[in-house]
């Protein structure tokens, strides 16, 4: 077998073997109920359907905060309304990413270590089962990932070949990274310094690359200008982190960990590092890592690769992205998987640790046992409960999942059309479990109509139902309505432990109603 025909058969292989993986978790994932438990994963299958499914579609509902290319990827399926209610229009673009992400990861790998090291670096990423959950679900993650094994393998081909068609597609690659995650805007400086240094200290490539590559950031930051008024809306607006931070510590919480002091902040990622990647990889991947940088240099993949780390790091510090773990205050979940953007790097490792024995003959014996070892200490003992990122999501949407499926219960038996007034968020959940469509709502990402109907609801309010929060602004848009009309009557209320209530109105019969569109054909 010559070398190209051994190369795209190893290729063909790891695809088979990452296409085995991912079907397999997706068809448990669904099986089980557990595709849409993160709020998250619900809220990015909900804003990519919002775009064609809304009183107001089109691209402005693309919205601001989370970046919008794992909602473009899933625009495809999510008009379909059983893969958007099984939630399966975000896990099948996630999962096809997970795959797309791990043949560039081994193929990038395997240029700078050889094949046994990208086995070893491959499967050690592959078979993380939080990982493996992550990609069946709606979450952005494997998406990102995709475009970072993407942007280093192209670094690794141009380092090669020195050719400028591989500085251009490293720039592609960078903007699918940076449209997906913000950690990929913070990669953009370490490539093209890195392209520069490569390159005999010529700032062409270098130059080309940081110019493409910004496009995304700059689109970005355009779009928000535009539909805003502020380029920095996702960073600094009313649905941002950072204002939702400041409003629960104005309401008298305390800081998160990590808030201006390094020590803590580097002691939780390192936490959220340990449960979601395990023991066993985190000290082979150091240990391999020690190794490769004295014997070999391996400098530009521990820089690559540690820079997500040293992005969360900073957020923590700067008390934008708090990461909550169980055995540290508050004792809770929130954001452990994080803790997977050191996953790469620590993959890398153990194939570093791989090749790193002198005699050739035992290193593929070195591989089989070190791939071994970290299969065994997830998969010795498959159980969920070990699996940070599920519990995660399993624990904390406990009282949601409870109070989505009673109100999807009640709507699905009683609505009739005539029109919902909401918010749009984790209420959204109710109308997807009830097979209701985006269009037939009125929440605030309509928000010429919402706020008219909201601010006068005597004027403007003309929708047959409503679904709120208690306290929230169409809840108390109801309540201030009592006294000049439109009139509502609470017939439904929601109520399990640790969730916030659900309130279902309906207007009251002697009000004229406009009825929807939908019904009225």
């Keep these: 077998m010559s070398w190209n025909r051994t190369r795209a058969f190893e290729q063909l292989l790891a695809g088979f073997v990452l296409l085995t993986l991912s079907l397999s978790a997706v068809v448990w994932v669904q099986q089980c109920g557990y595709t849409l438990d993160s709020g998250d994963a619900t809220a990015h299958l909900n804003i990519a359907r919002r775009?064609?499914?809304?009183?107001?579609?089109?691209?402005?509902?693309?919205?601001?905060?989370?970046?919008?290319?794992?909602?473009?990827?899933?625009?495809?399926?999510?008009?379909?309304?059983?893969?958007?209610?099984?939630?399966?229009a975000g896990a099948i673009p996630a999962a096809l990413c997970y795959v797309l992400g791990g043949l560039l990861w081994f193929a990038a790998v395997r240029y700078r270590l050889g094949t046994l090291a990208a086995w070893v670096a491959t499967l050690a990423y592959a078979t993380n089962p939080n990982v493996l959950y992550l990609q069946a679900t709606p979450m952005t993650e494997p998406i990102f990932f995709a475009g970072f094994s993407a942007l280093l393998y192209c670094t690794e081909r141009f380092r090669q070949r020195q050719e400028t068609r591989w500085?251009?597609?490293?720039?592609?690659?960078?903007?699918?990274?940076?449209?997906?995650?913000?950690?990929?805007?913070?990669?953009?400086?370490?490539?093209?310094?890195?392209?520069?240094?490569?390159?005999?200290?010529?700032w062409r490539h270098a130059l080309l690359f940081g110019t493409l590559a910004s496009l995304g950031p700059l689109y970005w930051l355009g779009h928000n200008w535009w539909f805003y008024g502020d380029a920095w809306e996702f960073y600094r607006g009313p649905y941002s982190a950072k204002?939702?931070?400041?409003?629960?510590?104005?309401?008298?919480?305390?800081?998160?960990?990590?808030?201006?002091?390094?020590?803590?902040?580097?002691?939780?990622?390192?936490?959220?590092?340990?449960?979601?990647?395990?023991?066993?990889?985190?000290?082979?991947?150091a240990v391999g890592w020690l190794i490769g940088v004295v014997r070999q240099r391996v400098w530009w993949p521990l820089v690559f690769l540690g820079a997500p780390a040293v992005f969360y790091v900073l957020s923590l510090h700067s008390g934008g992205t708090p990461i909550f773990v169980p055995h540290l205050w508050p004792f809770s979940y929130y954001n452990t998987r994080y803790g997977l953007s050191a996953l790469p790097w620590l993959a890398f490792g153990a194939g570093l640790l791989a090749r790193s024995l002198p005699q050739p003959?035992?290193?593929?014996?070195?591989?089989?046992?070190?791939?071994?070892?970290?299969?065994?200490?997830?998969?010795?003992?498959?159980?969920?409960?070990r699996w940070v990122c599920w519990k995660e999501a399993r624990t904390n949407s406990e009282g949601r999942r409870a109070w989505t499926a009673q109100a999807a219960t009640f709507l699905?038996?009683?609505?009739?059309?005539?029109?919902?007034?909401?918010?749009?968020?984790?209420?959204?959940?109710?109308?997807?479990?009830?097979?209701?469509?985006?269009?037939?709502?009125?929440?605030?990402?309509?928000?010429?109509?919402?706020?008219?109907?909201?601010?006068?609801?005597?004027?403007?309010?003309?929708e047959r139902w409503a679904v709120t929060f208690a306290g929230d602004p169409v809840a108390t848009a109801l309540i201030a309505a009592q006294r000049h009309g439109p009139y509502y009557e609470r017939v439904q209320v929601i109520a399990v432990p640790k969730a916030p209530v659900v309130e279902i109105y309906r207007r009251a019969a002697s009000d004229s109603i406009l009825q929807s569109p939908r019904r009225r054909q």
């Design 412 to 462: 699905a038996k009683n609505y009739r059309g005539g029109g919902i007034i909401t918010s749009f968020g984790d209420l959204t959940g109710i109308f997807l479990q009830a097979g209701i469509p985006l269009k037939e709502t009125l929440h605030n990402d309509n928000p010429l109509f919402w706020q008219a109907a909201v601010l006068r609801p005597d004027l403007f309010l003309r």
């Design 167 to 202: 500085v251009v597609a490293a720039a592609l690659a960078a903007n699918a990274a940076s449209l997906s995650r913000y950690e990929g805007w913070f990669l953009i400086p370490f490539v093209t310094v890195h392209l520069w240094a490569i390159s005999n200290r010529s």
């Design 51 to 88: 775009i064609i499914d809304s009183r107001t579609p089109g691209y402005a509902q693309v919205g601001t905060v989370w970046l919008p290319l794992p909602h473009a990827l899933m625009l495809p399926l999510v008009w379909h309304d059983r893969l958007w209610q099984t939630g399966l």
């Design 243 to 285: 204002a939702i931070y400041h409003r629960a510590l104005s309401r008298g919480m305390k800081p998160y960990p990590g808030d201006g002091d390094w020590i803590k902040a580097i002691r939780y990622y390192a936490a959220a590092v340990r449960l979601s990647g395990g023991w066993a990889l985190v000290v082979v991947g």
């Design 361 to 385: 003959r035992w290193r593929r014996w070195a591989a089989l046992g070190l791939t071994s070892m970290l299969l065994l200490f997830w998969w010795a003992r498959p159980e969920p409960q």
